[in-house]
């Protein structure tokens, strides 16, 4: 782990979903989707998936960091990504600060990661992707 990543214990974390419309559902409400929780290239080298701390990040500027000027955005209380078991293991994900030095401006410090569930295996990942579906709740603009 490099010496910037400090692991987070509490708050709420945004993770930004796909640009797809295939989310709605006849209730009217927005759900997460298992490609939302999908590990980029990126994000299998560090074993980080990508989020951003709500506390030091709004939306509009992950959005902008991201480039997904219109993705929805999920909000995931750490606390509960903290009790997601890694399956075949003893282990459960970390939220971990992973401040990007290419990134500037205000909210740029915001950036942190999701661990263990881009290097777990593929039968793990889509189990997790399920529990992450379950807590990840769509933030209405």
């Not at 980029?40 to 709500?54: G, I, K, P, T």
């Amino acid at each position: 782990m490099l010496p910037a990543q400090q692991e987070l214990f509490g708050g709420d974390v945004i993770r930004l979903g796909g640009e797809t419309t295939d989310r709605f559902h006849s209730d009217g409400t927005i759900k997460a989707l298992p490609d939302d929780f999908f590990c980029s290239s990126e994000d299998n080298r560090a074993d980080l998936l990508s989020v951003w701390d709500c506390s030091k990040t709004t939306i509009v500027q992950a959005r902008g960091f991201m480039g997904k000027l219109t993705a929805p955005a999920f909000r995931l209380a750490v606390t509960d990504i903290r009790s997601v078991p890694v399956p075949k293991t003893d282990l459960t994900l970390r939220v971990l600060r992973d401040p990007d030095p290419s990134l500037g401006g205000p909210g740029a410090n915001g950036h942190c990661g999701i661990n263990r569930l881009c290097s777990a295996t593929k039968r793990a990942r889509d189990n997790i992707r399920a529990q992450l579906i379950g807590i990840a709740y769509h933030i209405p603009e």
